[in-house]
């Protein structure tokens, strides 16, 4: 078991969470929006949140709860550009304020992208194919295409498809494939086709819709999915990146899923986190990944 930190990415910070909250900012802007994980309370004062936050998300009540509302400070925009950098990786993602507190990024992802950047260098393949499920606004899909890959990124919203294919646009990179569909319906249709993959990318919700109303719900539905993609992976090249953010599932699920459906060399599963005061860290979500 590992625990993943965030590398070096000037363009972020963690300023500080707690009381289901956090503070980040992200460029020159700072936010403050919900966090279920920051059990603990707050390290900085009353007045640093006040003085630091120049958005602040509030979830609605009742039936809406999953959806709110942003107040801004004055120069806030709704719309704004980070970049992210590794090696000859030269990422620069749009960001907005969404009615979800969602961003565009995950900024803990970032030691992913690199993993998947470095992996597809050193994989013995010209071009290696690679197949981004679940894959919102594309960071696996930008770190995944800058090494050179062949690069397919599903995602069931059409509106999150535009948001990535913006991002490649910004990061001067192009022939990404989109596809909107369901990833489990695609991927049940791409081992019906006998396609192989170099590499495959999953960061599935807990729950999810698909275009068509297809339901997902990660516990009852990862092992086929996993199974499946078990069949999509080359068999002499290949890697396997999973990743949750499920309150309640351990890393151990994701590196058993793996071990049970892949035969990979190599397998390591862990935590992501973000570090922020005096040496606390945030947790934000589990990982696995292996190779062959």
Request: aromatic residues 12%; charged residues 25%.
């Amino acid at each position: 078991m590992r625990l993943l930190g965030l590398p070096p990415f000037p363009d972020y910070a963690l300023l500080d969470c707690g009381g289901f909250e956090k503070l980040e900012r992200f460029g020159t802007f700072v936010l403050s929006r919900p966090e279920p994980q920051a059990v603990w309370p707050k390290t900085q004062s009353p007045a640093f949140w006040e003085t630091q936050a120049q958005a602040r998300f509030t979830r609605n009540s009742g039936k809406d709860a999953d959806s709110g509302d942003w107040a801004l400070a004055k120069g806030m925009p709704q719309q704004w550009k980070i970049r992210y950098g590794h090696g000859d990786m030269q990422l620069c993602f749009r960001l907005g304020l969404t009615a979800f507190k969602h961003v565009g990024i995950f900024p803990e992802q970032a030691e992913n992208w690199n993993y998947l950047y470095d992996t597809l260098r050193a994989i013995p393949v010209e071009k290696p194919a690679v197949l981004n499920l679940f894959a919102y606004t594309g960071g696996a899909s930008l770190a995944a295409r800058a090494a050179g890959a062949d690069v397919t990124h599903v995602d069931s919203v059409k509106q999150v498809i535009s948001w990535a294919r913006e991002n490649m646009e910004n990061s001067g990179q192009s022939d990404i494939r989109w596809v909107v569909e369901d990833a489990f319906r695609f991927v049940q249709r791409e081992v019906r086709r006998g396609k192989k993959y170099h590499g495959i990318v999953l960061d599935p919700p807990a729950y999810g819709r698909g275009p068509d109303g297809e339901k997902w719900v990660l516990e009852k539905q990862i092992d086929e999915m996993m199974s499946l993609c078990a069949q999509l992976l080359d068999p002499e090249h290949g890697f396997v990146l999973l990743n949750m953010y499920a309150m309640g599932l351990s890393a151990l699920v994701a590196e058993n899923l793996l071990r049970l459906h892949f035969r990979l060399e190599k397998i390591e599963s862990g935590e992501l986190f973000v570090p922020f005061s005096d040496g606390l860290r945030l947790p934000l979500g589990t990982y696995a990944r292996g190779s062959r």
